[in-house]
């Protein structure tokens, strides 16, 4: 099945720098892909759906870039802020939607 | 709109005794629904999905089995918890390829 690997597993910026965290998949495929944000002690969040048919998607504060060729979806947090400090997960489902490959998750800390 | 509802929100529960976990969704019908365990350190696992009524599928067992006895209800147990078993479970819904995954708040399962 589908491996998606996640980059980096923790990361710290200062406030108003730029984040970018990084899945890798194996599946071409693959057609939808998924960003979540988990704050902690809650649950996950859905901060974007993304086709692969668009390359750039932008969301409130962040970024979504898909490479097809390279297999590589990445979230860019532009100027990120204290409240940005979560966990943020890929995911990308298989063609059924039965299942769902997520990264091993990216834990990102903004320093005020 | 469309809920989400789980229970317990937490539980703390002795090596050996049964459990069992619940997910309630409102306001769709014909939901996929899911279960995802993460471990302490944040990997996410899926457990179960189901695209329909009485009907369920395993991922990864981890001596937990799953039900869907109506539409809208998904429910997650065991006979006899292990140490191992500690964890964040979380339901999902979708309604199908292309859709949007939404998640549960979650139930905090600690086994000692």
């Known amino acids: 099945g589908e491996q998606v690997e996640q980059r980096p597993p923790h990361l710290s910026v200062r406030e108003g720098d730029s984040a970018v965290i990084t899945c890798t998949y194996t599946?071409?495929?693959?057609?939808?892909f998924f960003w979540y944000k988990q704050e902690p002690g809650a649950s996950l969040q859905l901060l974007m759906k993304v086709f692969s048919s668009t390359e750039i998607n932008e969301g409130q504060g962040f970024t979504v870039l898909l490479n097809k060729k390279d297999k590589r979806l990445s979230l860019n947090l532009t100027a990120a802020h204290p409240g940005d400090s979560a966990a943020y997960f890929c995911?990308?489902?298989?063609?059924?939607?039965?299942?769902?490959?997520f990264g091993k998750g990216t834990s990102l800390t903004v320093i005020p | 709109a469309q809920t989400i509802h789980q229970w317990p929100v937490a539980e703390i529960k002795a090596v050996g005794s049964p459990l069992s976990l619940g997910c309630t969704i409102k306001?769709?019908?014909?939901?996929?629904l899911y279960w995802y365990w993460q471990a302490t350190g944040g990997t996410l696992q899926q457990l179960f999905y189901?695209?329909?009524?009485?009907?369920v599928e395993s991922v990864v067992q981890l001596n937990l089995s799953a039900s869907r006895p109506k539409d809208d209800q998904f429910i997650l147990s065991t006979e006899k918890l292990l140490l191992s078993h500690s964890g964040f479970y979380l339901c999902?819904?979708?309604?199908?390829?292309?859709?949007?995954?939404?998640f549960g708040k979650g139930t905090r399962l600690t086994v000692v």
């Open positions: 995911a990308v489902p298989n063609t059924g939607y039965q299942n769902f490959y």
């Open positions: 599946d071409p495929n693959s057609y939808y």
């Open positions: 999902a819904w979708s309604l199908g390829q292309g859709g949007e995954v939404f």
């Open positions: 189901s695209i329909t009524v009485g009907q």
């Open positions: 306001g769709k019908s014909s939901p996929n």
